[in-house]
């Protein structure tokens, strides 16, 4: 490695999971740096499933550490929640290999039931679309400096005074909206006060000393970057940021250190919640990648909303996140599709000119047209295919315009759902 970053280039659901599989077999430590347990993705390993959330999938790997960062808000009850799943899945040892940032702040079932109330205040198509977790309000409370991280669970008092104060104050604002039993959380970390000492480290100084001492290091990004709270589809995203840069300060990353950038792409796009989606397929097309590539969530089992892939957003991407490489995904889905399109620009209706970047502001955004180049489809199964050569001469093709439209190589293609269902370039 020794610092590798896997990040999400489109709205999420890329398939991250399945390269943080593979390359955590390698990994000494496995890290994430922002997020929740919004974020979710499935592992197949030995034949079984494993669907992570909050923790990093390198504890599938038994001889990688894993540390959930700074950056992240940590919500407890899911933490350990996770945890039963994978040993109730025969994994092992699991609890000797994850730790928590001292300096992660702590996502509430109070933060949960924040996000309901907000959500119930919107209407229509104002609604964010949120998984109900309460990860916006967890780094609202962060930013206003009233939230509470996780060395301070251990300090009782202080605990409950800041939980009781941030419980009023929402009451106050939501009224009735707010349906939350504040002595039945506090009840709840009490136990929990028990229970976390052994997992909470010094996180700075965890990364650091991995560093200094060229440890290998992968770290895991979530979500994705149409999602970032700065360069996404504001406010249609989530409340932390998913990039580059996210990474560097979740986890307090020596830059010089980082050796790959790797932006995950899938081989069409997806979409979870509201917010604009230009190449949405509300058709026939639509309908079959949904079908086809069982496009719901791991986290909430929300049905994704489905569509061409982006080169115009996926150029963005990469003005921001500075990937090395790509990891093109699920290109077998697009197996049977006679035809397949690829956005490679935006057009102004009235002005006819061509943007060939995105822009920031959504209602204009959602003036413009797309144009679209079209490929022939290769109408045949590639999910035993083990080498680049032997793709179809059309699937080849794609994979090929992606690289030079965006200049960024592609290294991996994963062409089926089992781990081994990857071509490495």
């Given amino acids: 490695m020794p610092t590798t970053i896997i990040l999400g280039s489109q709205w999420g659901d890329e398939g991250k999971g399945k390269l943080s599989d593979i390359l955590c077999q390698k990994a000494q430590i496995c890290a994430r740096a922002a997020g929740g ?22 504890l599938i790997n038994p001889d990688c550490e894993n540390l959930i960062g700074s950056g992240v808000v940590v919500n407890v009850e899911a933490f350990f929640k996770e945890l039963n799943a994978l040993e109730e899945k025969g994994l092992k040892h699991v609890r000797e290999k994850i730790l928590i940032s001292d300096r ?42 009233k939230g509470i991280r996780v060395h301070e669970i251990f300090k009782e008092a202080v605990f409950e005074k800041k939980l009781r104060t941030l419980a009023e104050g929402y009451k106050k604002q ?25 997992f909470v480290c010094d996180g ?23 999602l970032d709270i700065d360069y996404g589809t504001y406010p249609y995203v989530t409340s932390s940021n998913t990039g580059f840069g996210g990474a560097v300060t979740g986890l307090a990353l020596d830059y010089k250190k980082i050796t790959e950038v790797i932006g995950v792409v899938k081989a069409y796009t997806t ?10 397929d ?28 982006d080169l115009v957003v996926l150029k963005y991407s990469q003005l921001i996140n500075n990937y090395t490489s790509w990891n093109l995904t699920k290109l077998d889905i697009l197996d049977t599709f006679p035809t397949i399109k690829v956005a490679v620009a935006y057009k102004d209706k009235e002005t006819g000119e061509i ?4 822009p920031a502001d959504l209602d204009y955004l959602d003036t413009l047209e797309v144009v679209y180049k079209e490929f022939e489809g290769w109408q045949t199964p590639i999910t035993s295919v083990k080498t680049f050569e032997d793709l179809p001469a059309q699937a080849q093709a794609y994979v090929k315009f992606i690289e030079e439209f965006t200049g960024i190589p592609v290294k991996w293609i994963g062409t089926g759902p089992a781990r081994d269902d990857m071509i490495y370039l």
């Avoid at 009735?176 to 000492?197: A, C, N, Q, T």
């Avoid at 979409?271 to 949405?280: L, M, Q, S, Y």
């Fill in 355 to 358: 943007l060939e970047h995105f």
């Fill in 104 to 145: 992660a702040h702590v996502n509430l079932t109070l933060h949960a039931a924040v996000d309901r109330a907000e959500e119930a205040q919107l209407e229509g198509n104002k609604k964010i679309g949120t998984t109900g977790r309460g990860i916006g309000p967890s780094y609202a409370t962060k930013a206003s400096r």
């Fill in 174 to 198: 939501f009224g009735d909206l707010f349906e939350y039993d504040v002595e039945e959380e506090i009840s709840r970390f009490r136990e929990y006060r028990k229970l976390l000492p052994n």
């Fill in 37 to 58: 347990h919004n974020a979710g993705h499935s592992v197949v390993a030995n034949g079984v499933s494993y669907d992570f959330h909050l923790l990093p999938s390198g």
């Fill in 271 to 280: 979409r979870v919640g509201g917010g604009p989606f230009k190449t949405e």
């Fill in 282 to 309: 509300l058709g026939e097309a639509g309908t079959k990648l949904q079908e086809i590539g069982r496009e719901w969530g791991v986290s909430t089992g929300r049905r994704r909303r489905c569509g061409w892939l």
């Fill in 204 to 226: 700075p100084n965890f990364i650091d000393q991995a560093q200094k001492s060229g440890r290998d290091l992968l770290i895991e990004g979530a979500n994705a970057l149409m």
